[in-house]
């Protein structure tokens, strides 16, 4: 759902886990979250109280809760002991709270003179600033899992950040946008959400109409090149066209679900039988991939990813967004999310990886449907050899209810 009233202001309360959460003060949900929900790593990382009440006699007719009519300005902080305190606040001293929690200013590299559509063989964690961390480290991955014997991470390829850089130089209308949207002082003000959620999509409007000018040559070489990817039956592949940016992965901002990742492809279905696939003529396939590279560029301007940065002094002039290509798996049998760190809270050594899991298809686990509860799993290891699978211990500590 949307929630066009939130402000980093705000402690939304949540019937259920929300897809996504822009900026909030804090949250409180009435059901179980996830370890590894988006929800969950964007508190962690924002390090505001986001608090579990699943399990709390009465809810919100909790006397904790109960004295606080909707609406109202209150204080809830969480100390490391457990203890919930909820007091009766007002705007400004909300205001002040807010301001002396800005992080420290933070500048962002990029290189957007390359623009040669790069291989994740030939790129590694090193190249993020030229076609963002999340094709970077797909790279890396890449390395590290694959043996000789078996492809884990599967051939992928990176649009460098010289084709965003490229497309906002070459609608003007979209450049001068931007600029102005940089220059306007509402945007920074921290409760007019509605008005940089206006101006955001006037711009995104922009980015993704019919007219806004792509690089032909772009799309003639990534058209040819997804031509070649097929499956054994040699038909063609969907392909993942994935948001990579030089704003996420950073060393105190992730950036979990900031931005859009599109799906190309190159078949349409039958009007009368749905199950019938037909290949998509050379213009169908061209106007497809442009319409996916216009929606992942524009997503730099989410007001989610807009109101992120600004809480944590992220230039948005210095954002570049890349992409990152590869197949899509078409019978994913499993939707997963893994910390290579004990962070189950069981008590035990820091030292491990930890797992949470879902059943493909619909389910996923950093965006979880009502009620949805993934696998838990515990791998620990021996610190003196940790790559020796015979020394791991796995440990399932919930079982999936779907």
């Known amino acids: 759902p949307k929630y066009k009233s939130l402000s980093p202001l705000s402690i939304p309360i949540f019937s259920e886990l929300p897809m996504d959460m822009s900026v909030v003060a804090g949250a409180i949900t009435l059901k179980q979250q996830n370890l590894l929900s988006h929800v969950q790593l964007k508190s962690r990382a924002r390090q505001t109280p986001n608090l579990d009440i699943s399990e709390l006699s009465g809810g919100l007719s909790n006397p904790l809760f109960s004295s606080f009519p909707d ?5 809830m902080q969480l100390d490391k002991s457990g203890e919930i305190k909820i007091e ?20 962002l590299k990029s290189d957007t003179s390359v623009k040669t559509l790069l291989a994740s063989k030939d790129l590694a964690a090193k190249d993020a600033h030229i076609v963002g961390s999340k094709s970077a480290n797909y790279a890396e991955l890449a390395k590290i899992l694959n043996t ?10 990176g649009v460098p950040f010289f084709y965003y850089e490229d497309f906002i130089k070459r609608n003007s209308k979209i450049e001068s946008t931007i600029s102005s949207i940089l220059r306007d ?13 206006k101006r955001l999509k006037e711009l995104q409007n922009l980015m993704i109409s019919e007219t806004a000018e792509v690089d032909e040559s772009l799309v003639n070489e990534l058209i040819a090149l997804f031509d070649t990817f097929k499956t ?49 003529t050379l213009e169908e396939k061209r106007n497809t991939l442009k319409t996916a590279l216009r929606q992942v560029w524009a997503s730099v301007w989410n007001l989610r990813a807009f109101d992120e940065r600004n809480y944590y002094r992220i230039p948005h002039a210095q954002v570049k967004m890349g992409i990152q290509v590869n197949p899509t798996f ?13 962070i189950s809270g069981n008590g035990k050594s ?25 696998q838990k799993i515990l791998v620990t290891y021996d610190l003196s050899s940790p790559v020796s699978y015979e020394n791991y211990v796995i440990e399932v500590l919930q079982n999936s209810n779907i």
């Open 350 to 374: 820091e030292h491990g990886v930890y797992i949470e899991v879902q059943r493909g298809d619909k389910h996923s686990v950093a965006n979880p449907e009502p009620g949805a509860k993934p």
């Open 71 to 75: 609406g109202s300005w209150v204080r």
């Open 232 to 280: 054994n039956k040699g038909t063609l592949r969907n392909i993942k066209l994935r948001s990579s940016t030089n704003s996420e992965d950073l060393p105190n901002f992730n950036g979990a679900g900031l931005y859009t990742s599109i799906a190309y492809k190159p078949y349409n279905t039958d009007k009368t039988d749905k199950k019938i696939k037909i290949e998509k």
């Open 148 to 157: 000789h014997g078996y492809t884990f991470v599967r051939p992928g390829m």
């Open 330 to 342: 078409d019978n994913e049998i499993s939707d997963g999310v893994v910390v290579t760190k004990n």
């Open 88 to 107: 009766a606040s007002n705007e400004a001293a909300a205001l002040a709270f807010y301001n002396s929690k800005k992080m420290p200013q933070v500048t």
């Open 185 to 197: 002082p509402l945007m920074n003000k921290v409760a007019k959400v509605e008005y940089r959620e």
